[in-house]
């Protein structure tokens, strides 16, 4: 239980904090308007993935069977978390380029959540295995890592909004890079334990 649940702090902080449109429109709604609106697009995720993680564990369930299927996945998604690690590792000053404009609604955050392809790829290349793992531990396992995970990535942008409305600069500040770039790293490390994990499915290594 301990490991999934730091196993959510890692990728949920990761996944919250990480430049991306999603990242992008919290922050400039704050600039341009304020606080509430940065932290209504922040809960987007929320309503936009549920129906993604109900995929992805019918999926899960469905393909307990198949090392091979759930190797190639997990070799996969440890693809997408090395190159998540190396986004993290290399990230700089965010620069964002304000126009004025309405305040945008919570719907306009869930919609540009949900054309993003990244929830579908996390959950599909990542979140499957780790839930596959999670079930052999029961179901409260599952939502332990979910609530954790979701709890860290949406609280990470809500207080990253807050953060941008009190102070301009600090996206541009070392303590962001070195959080960015600390996470990168861990996310490497963890894209090496699905790869290995992968090797075992389809059992190219013991």
């Not at 697009?41 to 993935?49: K, L, Y």
């Not at 890592?145 to 942008?157: D, H, I, R």
Request: aromatic letters at 8%; hydrophobic letters at 50%; charged letters at 10%.
């Amino acid at each position: 239980m301990i490991s999934f649940i730091a196993l959510a702090t890692v990728l949920g902080l990761s996944a919250g904090l990480a430049p991306g449109p999603l990242f992008t429109l919290v922050i400039s709604e704050t600039l341009q308007h304020d606080v509430k609106a940065g932290i209504r697009i922040a809960v987007a995720p929320i309503i936009t993935d549920l129906p993604i993680i109900g995929a992805t564990l019918f999926l899960a369930s469905r393909l307990g069977q198949s090392q091979q299927i759930l190797g190639i996945i997990s070799l996969t998604g440890g693809c997408l978390l090395l190159y998540m690690g190396y986004q993290g590792i290399k990230t700089s000053a965010v620069e964002l380029n304000l126009k004025p404009g309405r305040a945008r609604s919570l719907g306009k955050g869930i919609l540009v959540n949900a054309l993003s392809p990244h929830p579908y790829l996390f959950w599909l290349t990542v979140g499957a295995p780790i839930n596959t793992r999670a079930l052999e531990h029961g179901v409260l396992t599952v939502v332990v890592f979910l609530s954790t995970f979701y709890l860290l990535l949406v609280g990470s942008k809500v207080t990253l909004a807050i953060l941008v409305a009190k102070s301009k600069t600090l996206l541009c500040g070392r303590q962001y890079l070195y959080i960015m770039r600390s996470l990168g790293l861990v996310l490497t490390a963890l894209a090496f334990t699905l790869f290995y994990d992968g090797m075992v499915l389809l059992q190219l290594m013991k």
